[in-house]
């Protein structure tokens, strides 16, 4: 299952790695509330007590380099 599906951004055009870049930076921000536009849709993905680090540390060893 995709990080996409996970989040109900099937339809998002940012790709996956687009998503998780605007996740890390709303979290270094500490924006509890992020919106993805899907057509005429948004779809709001909230932050809630997520320490990212440890999250983002995989993601960023992986795509990163």
């Not at 790695?17 to 993905?45: S, Y």
């Amino acid at each position: 299952m995709g990080f996409k599906t996970i989040l109900g951004l099937d339809d998002c055009l940012l790709s996956e790695r687009e998503i998780i870049a605007k996740i890390a930076e709303a979290q270094k921000k500490d924006i509890r509330i992020i919106e993805f536009p899907i057509g005429k849709n948004v779809v709001q993905v909230k932050l809630k007590g997520i320490d990212s680090k440890g999250i983002m540390k995989d993601y960023e060893q992986r795509y990163e380099s």
